[in-house]
T-cell receptor, first 112, second 117 residues
Framework: SQQGEEDPQALSIQEGENATMNCSYKTSINNLQWYRQNSGRGLVHLILIRSNEREKHSGRLRVTLDTSKKSSSLLITASRAADTASYFCATDSGDSSYKLIFGSGTRLLVRP | DTEVTQTPKHLVMGMTNKKSLKCEQH?????MYWYKQKAKKPPELMFVYSYEKLSINESVPSRFSPECPNSSLLNLHLHALQPEDSALYLC????????????????FGSGTRLTVV
C-alpha cells in the first residue's frame, strides 16, 4: 500500500536553482522521512522530521511538515548536477511503528 | 561500519531454480527489512524482522521465504519465481527502540537486481 503521493512526478531545473518537492499523506503519522535514490541503486536517508516539528534543516536541505494538511515539502537550495536522483518521502503507516511506507517519488534532473 | 551489504548485486535465475539473497550489517541495528522495487516505482515493503523475529509479512507469496539467522544477517530464499518477480530487492536496517523502528532512519543496501527468465 502507498501512503504518500508526491508532486511533481518529475522536475527539471538548471544547476544553481532551487528544487521543491511536495509530499502528501493519508493517515496520522509519528514522523516523515525523505530519501534519495540514484538510478537503480539503494536509498540514502536524508532527513527525518517528527510530527511535533514544523521545519528542519540539513545542509542545503530544508524540510517542512504541516500535519493539519498532511503534507511535507523538501527544498534543495543551490542545486548541483550530483543532486540528480529520485526523491521519496516515507512515513510510518499510522497503525504500525514497524512499517515505513514510501510515497510515489519525484524524479529530479539538474542540468549542468 | 555504517553499511548494509547485499549479495549478489545481480542475479539471473530460471523459474525452477532455488537461490538466496543475502544481507549483512554490523551497525547493531535490531530491525531489518526486505523491500521490492519495480522500475520507476517506490519500494514496497515485503518483510520486517525485529530482534530476529518476523514481525511483518506483507502478504508476500510463499515462493519468497525470509530468514534471519542472527542479528547481523538477513536472507531471502527464492524458489519457483515468476518473470513478474523480476525487480530490485532492497535490504535495509534500522534501530528498534521504544518508539518502534519506523521512527528511525533506515540504512539501505545497494540492492540485488533480480531477473527471472
Amino acid at each position: 500500500s502507498q501512503q504518500g503521493e508526491e508532486d511533481p512526478q518529475a522536475l527539471s531545473i538548471q544547476e544553481g536553482e532551487n528544487a521543491t518537492m511536495n509530499c502528501s499523506y493519508k493517515t496520522s503519522i509519528n514522523n516523515l522521512q525523505w530519501y534519495r535514490q540514484n538510478s537503480g541503486r539503494g536509498l540514502v536517508h536524508l532527513i527525518l522530521i517528527r510530527s511535533n516539528e514544523r521545519e528542519k534543516h540539513s545542509g542545503r536541505l530544508r524540510v517542512t511538515l504541516d500535519t493539519s494538511k498532511k503534507s511535507s515539502s523538501l527544498l534543495i537550495t543551490a542545486s548541483r548536477a550530483a543532486d540528480t536522483a529520485s526523491y521519496f518521502c516515507a512515513t510510518d503507516s499510522g497503525d504500525s511503528s514497524y512499517k515505513l511506507i514510501f510515497g510515489s517519488g519525484t524524479r529530479l534532473l539538474v542540468r549542468p | 561500519d555504517t553499511e548494509v551489504t547485499q549479495t549478489p548485486k545481480h542475479l539471473v535465475m530460471g523459474m525452477t531454480n532455488k537461490k538466496s539473497l543475502k544481507c549483512e550489517q554490523h551497525m547493531g541495528h535490531r530491525a531489518m527489512y526486505w523491500y521490492k522495487q519495480k522500475a520507476k516505482k517506490p519500494p514496497e515493503l515485503m518483510f520486517v524482522y525485529s530482534y530476529e523475529k518476523l514481525s511483518i509479512n506483507e502478504s508476500v507469496p510463499s515462493r519468497f521465504s525470509p530468514e534471519c539467522p542472527n542479528s547481523s544477517l538477513l536472507n531471502l530464499h527464492l524458489h519457483a519465481l515468476q518473470p513478474e518477480d523480476s525487480a530490485l530487492y532492497l535490504c535495509a536496517s534500522s534501530q528498534d527502540k521504544g518508539q518502534g523502528p519506523a521512527n528511525y532512519g533506515y540504512t539501505f543496501g545497494s540492492g540485488t537486481r533480480l531477473t527471472v527468465v
